[in-house]
């Protein structure tokens, strides 16, 4: 017997629903990925490994690093600016501090209205540059830091922390080292001949220039740290070329003071050898 048709009530009970195709059509493909040996691709969770990663991989647009050139500058100026109104409120205390290391019973005038003066802001400005230097350099690190991988912000931040205190500790050499011999020297030469009176002009210029002088001298470890660091010469090389080395320092201190008298050369090239050979042997055991 021929079967009875249908209506359209029993096909719609009797036909597989979608979601129960899909359903199996997916249970299909989970078969088939356990079995096989193929995997279906996983989005990625967007994690970074920073081991060695930059801080910021984001690059940005060049009026953002304009925009934070430009506030950082505003900040070490304004900073800079009251540090030199501070400093010039007690800019008597600094020239008298240059005075301290003259030879006893020197005497000092101007030569000219308002000489005191332009000494006063002299002094104070390498006061202000003193103090304010840690601060330049925590904002050079700062606006740098995106750019570096961690091993080189490492060493960075060591050299940037270390440039104040080299410049303090230069300073401070010539002037409990350096400086008394050499107005000893100048400013008592024949001093019972005649009556030795001083301009106070001159005499805070040859006093500052010395002081920076030995501070800017004490910033070689950071070039021989740079240059190690970046592969450009090696612990070999800057130890085979001592005798080089020993000629440079004191034809860099010829030039570099303001005195010719060998005696304070002398000082400043022993200074600028010992800084070099402990920085060789720094960086040679901690494998910089």
């Known amino acids: 017997m021929p ?20 359903g199996e059509h997916i249970e ?20 970074v490994d920073t081991t060695d990663a930059i801080y910021d991989p984001t690059p940005k647009d060049i009026t953002e690093h304009l925009e934070e050139i430009r506030n950082r500058l505003f900040l070490v100026l304004g900073l800079g600016v009251l540090i030199f109104i501070i400093c010039f409120n007690y ?26 003066l332009f000494s006063s802001f002299k002094a104070s400005g390498f006061a202000s540059l003193i103090l304010i230097s840690p601060i330049i350099c925590q904002q050079v690190l700062a606006f740098i830091r995106s750019g570096l991988k961690e091993k080189e912000y490492r060493v960075l931040k060591i050299i940037f922390l270390s440039i104040p205190l080299l410049l303090v500790s230069g300073i401070s050499f010539a002037y409990y080292f350096i400086l008394p011999p050499l107005l000893n020297f100048l400013l008592g030469f024949n001093s019972t001949v005649i009556e030795s009176r001083y301009g106070i002009e001159h005499f805070i210029n040859l006093c500052l220039s010395l002081l920076m002088i030995s501070g800017i ?5 950071i070039l021989i740290v740079v240059l190690t660091f970046f ?36 000082i400043l090239a022993f200074a600028i050898l010992g ?14």
């Open 217 to 221: 001298s004490f910033q070689i470890p």
């Open 28 to 47: 299909n493909l989970k078969d088939n990925n356990n079995n096989g040996e193929d995997e279906i691709p996983q989005e990625s969770t967007g994690t």
């Open 275 to 288: 800084l070099y050979f402990s920085t060789v042997l720094t960086v040679k055991v901690f494998k910089i």
């Open 91 to 116: 800019s008597e205390f600094f020239i008298s501090l240059l005075e301290k290391q003259a030879p006893e019973g020197s005497s000092f005038f101007q030569l000219k209205p308002g000489e005191l």
């Open 3 to 22: 079967e009875p048709k249908k209506n359209r009530e029993d096909y719609l009970q009797n036909k597989p629903s979608i979601d129960a195709s899909i």
């Open 231 to 266: 592969k450009l010469v090696t612990i070999k090389q800057l130890i085979s070329t001592w005798r080089y080395v020993t000629v440079g320092a004191f034809v860099l201190s010829a030039f570099l003071t303001p005195t010719p008298d060998p005696f304070t050369m002398s």
